[in-house]
């Protein structure tokens, strides 16, 4: 009996840090800065 709940409770603690787990996602987009300065401190900012 010890072992049914102890395999069932490790099952459900899988699945549940499964679904918490995150995948990183890169987004990009276009920065129109008036000149390179703007445009490395707007790129800075985003980080």
Same mark, same amino acid.
């Given at each position: 009996?010890?072992?049914?709940?102890? @395999?069932?409770?490790?099952?459900?603690?899988? @699945?549940?840090? @499964?679904?918490?787990?995150?995948?990183?996602?890169?987004?990009?987009?276009?920065?129109?800065?008036? #000149?390179?300065? #703007? !445009?490395?401190?707007?790129? !800075?900012?985003?980080?």
């Amino acid at each position: 009996m010890k072992t049914r709940i102890l @395999s069932l409770a490790m099952v459900l603690g899988l @699945s549940t840090l @499964s679904l918490l787990a995150q995948t990183l996602k890169t987004e990009k987009f276009e920065v129109a800065g008036n #000149c390179g300065m #703007c !445009k490395t401190r707007i790129e !800075k900012a985003a980080n």
